[in-house]
């Protein structure tokens, strides 16, 4: 998997989540940059293909982030593992969910979770949920890291990201 890959692989997990009807709920519903009916204004907004650190002194907004990394062998296209890291963040202040019974990033830790874990939709083999942990960044902001893995994959199959057959 190359840099070019890696961008594409990022593309569509976030194109992915965006079209996520209870995913773009946790978050637009306390988003300013969210044009309703329109989830792909979250992206660069609220939902970023790298972990960052936000503004604290703008705005109480929630967030996601998406990282790729890979160990292996990039010449033959067979890799030993694949780790997908993804932090669902909030700030304090908007961190209930309206209803009350869920903060706001274990509802989207469980979204995420619900869909991605068992998912062979990405072509590097199936996603396994091996961590959900929630953490606290500083003192405005809280987050949940979901880390998913792929063990002993080999690229073999077209999938919607192009054919990356050997």
């Not at 929630?62 to 010449?75: F, M, R």
């Amino acid at each position: 998997m190359t840099t070019v890959d890696i961008k594409k692989y990022k593309v569509s997990l976030i194109t992915d989540i965006i079209n996520n009807a209870k995913i773009v709920e946790g978050i637009a519903s306390q988003s300013s940059e969210y044009i309703e009916g329109q989830p792909d204004t979250l992206s660069g907004a609220n939902i970023f293909p790298y972990l960052r650190i936000p503004d604290t002194q703008n705005k109480a907004d929630t967030y996601i982030l998406v990282a790729v990394d890979l160990n292996g062998n990039s010449y033959n296209r067979t890799f030993a593992n694949m780790r997908v890291t993804i932090w669902a963040m909030s700030h304090q202040d908007i961190m209930m969910m309206e209803d009350g019974n869920a903060s706001r990033i274990d509802y989207l830790g469980e979204e995420l979770r619900a869909m991605f874990d068992g998912s062979d939709a990405y072509g590097y083999g199936v996603l396994q949920c091996m961590s959900s942990a929630e953490h606290i960044l500083n003192d405005k902001y809280q987050y949940r890291e979901l880390i998913f893995i792929t063990a002993d994959m080999k690229i073999s199959a077209k999938n919607k990201m192009g054919d990356y057959s050997t």
